[in-house]
């Protein structure tokens, strides 16, 4: 019987340091939770992982996004405090993801994902 709450203790203890990695990967990094479930799944099924957020983060409203696998250069904008911002990814080995963020004061924020 005590071998038996030693297993099972062990494994408690396996599946709570498992839950934790999973939590903290690059990919459900804090800046990238406000997406939706469905983005971030897709992000993940296509390879891609968390590279970056461009602006202010917040709820959006609706969520939009391209890849870059076929351009030189990818151009990122979005809006803060109601000025547009542009940052150029040159393109470089892998690809990037770009979502295009709207939120409800017409401000947007940008996330992008690499592989």
């Not at 971030?40 to 099924?45: F, G, I, S, Y």
């Not at 709820?59 to 939009?64: D, Q, S």
């Amino acid at each position: 019987m005590k071998n038996l709450h030693k297993y099972l203790l062990i494994g408690l203890v396996a599946c709570a340091l498992i839950s934790g990695l999973v939590l903290l990967t690059p990919t459900e990094a804090p800046d990238n939770t406000m997406l939706s479930a469905e983005t971030r799944a897709t992000m993940r099924r296509k390879g891609f992982s968390y590279h970056s957020t461009l602006g202010t983060p917040g709820l959006p409203l609706t969520e939009t996004w391209f890849t870059s696998s076929a351009k030189a250069a990818v151009k990122a904008s979005w809006r803060e405090k109601g000025q547009q911002k542009i940052m150029t990814l040159e393109k470089r080995p892998g690809d990037y993801a770009v979502v295009m963020c709207q939120l409800s004061d017409n401000d947007s924020f940008v996330v992008i994902f690499s592989k």
